[in-house]
């Protein structure tokens, strides 16, 4: 299950239902850079991609449309005290969106025509203002939490069953993340 449903597209613009956040959600132009998000009625999200200068490409916009939607969360959005998402959160895991496809495992995946296993596999808020990004591979998974102030974490989770160990790391650089998510997603 997605995390948005592609329903349509809008001229030449993908657009998506974001059952979460309510709405259409549209994408411009893939070759632009800027993405544009709008969550019904008059709410527009304008966001450019400023990290590297390019555009987060498709496998990417459900988890850009769903990060951008984090910021329309209020404080006890989980009704158990959870404070507001901050946008440093936000901004810096659309930084790591934007790196992991600069990558050369993005570069082999993309060849073979895999590039949906970029994909993060879960996009969700953390009650304490930051987000969790999650991807798994065939031989492993690893979660990516990334703090209000925008501080990397990880849970790197390799094999199955008795088998299966762990590895966790906290105020980790985005060299570190990218290591492991070379080992969860590589060839």
Known sequence: MGLATDVSTIGSTPAYKSEEF??????????????ECRYGGDVSIKRENTTTGQDLRPCFWEA??????????????DSYDAVKISS??????????????????YFSLEKKGRDDMLKPIAVVPLGDGG???????SAAEIEVEISPIGEFAF???????????????HRRSISDIMVRLAHVLGP
């Open 64 to 77: 850009f449309v769903r990060l951008n939607g984090f910021r329309r969360l209020l404080p006890n959005w």
């Open 131 to 137: 987000v969790q990004l999650e991807w798994g591979g």
């Open 22 to 35: 309510g709405g259409i959600a549209t994408l411009e132009d893939s070759t632009k850079t800027s993405l």
């Open 155 to 169: 849970l790197l989770l390799r094999g199955r069953g008795a088998k299966r160990t762990y590895e966790e790391g």
């Open 88 to 105: 440093k959160a936000i901004d810096v895991a659309i930084s790591l969106l934007s790196q992991v496809q600069e990558e050369d495992f």
